[in-house]
């Protein structure tokens, strides 16, 4: 069982670049859901979903688009990367739709946007 | 708006003392609380979960935590901190209307042997 699996673990982008973060879980959760870590900051939500079909923004959602075509994937698109956007990405997902259960988190993407 | 917020941002203790990290959240509806910890290097991992029922929660590891409705605080509590619980420590609420799901800004805590 692989849980949630993120995919890169580390990306350098120039400004300007666009790039996608992969994420896939294998539990047939539907909730999932996209944060971004900085330090004094906690993790802040970009977009989540309740289920296939169905995105909704977080707190942070400017310059990111997402879409949730299929249980099992939740992928996140940078559109032009900014600095600003230099971050640790996880991807995280529950089986409760109303989160009311633990999230499972992958292991985070470092992303460096130069 | 929803939003959660945590008080103490760096606190630092000795072995053996007693600890409370802040959590207060602002939601509407009927919300969903959770304490997370982050050991350095690690996921965060579940400490503890309140969406219903006894509003004393108890989690792993010794932590428990108190819902208070009227205060709109969910603050984690353990009355004896070992240096083994050097982490960060995320609050967390969650909108069972929406799902959507938010953390506070973490509290660091440093526990000195």
């Known amino acids: 069982n692989a849980g949630v699996t993120q995919t890169p673990k580390f990306q350098v982008l120039k400004t300007g670049q666009s790039m996608t973060l992969q994420c896939a879980q294998d539990m047939n959760h539907e909730y999932m859901s996209w944060y971004r870590q900085d330090p004094g900051m906690g993790l802040r939500l970009i977009h989540y979903?309740?289920?296939?079909?169905?995105?909704d923004q977080g707190e942070v959602p400017n310059g990111y688009n997402v879409s949730r075509s299929t249980t099992e994937d939740f992928p996140l698109r940078l559109l032009s990367a900014a600095p600003s956007q230099t971050s640790v990405y996880f991807c995280a997902s529950s089986p409760d739709r109303g989160a009311r259960e633990k999230l499972f988190f992958g292991s985070g993407t470092q992303l460096s946007v130069l | 708006a929803q939003s959660v917020s945590q008080h103490n941002h760096h606190v630092i203790l000795s072995e053996a003392a007693s600890l409370e990290l802040g959590c207060n959240y602002s939601?509407?509806?009927?919300?969903?609380l959770f304490w997370y910890v982050q050991y350095p290097g690690q996921h965060l991992q579940l400490l503890l979960k309140y969406f219903s029922g006894d509003p004393l929660v108890k989690g792993i590891k010794g932590f428990e935590a108190e819902f208070i409705k009227s205060k709109f605080s969910f603050n984690l509590r353990k009355p004896s901190v070992q240096w083994s619980d050097t982490a960060e420590y995320f609050c967390a609420g969650g909108s069972s209307n929406t799902g959507k799901l938010i953390f506070g800004q973490g509290t660091t805590l440093q526990v000195k042997p």
């Open positions: 979903s309740v289920g296939a079909g169905i995105t």
């Open positions: 939601y509407g509806g009927t919300v969903n």
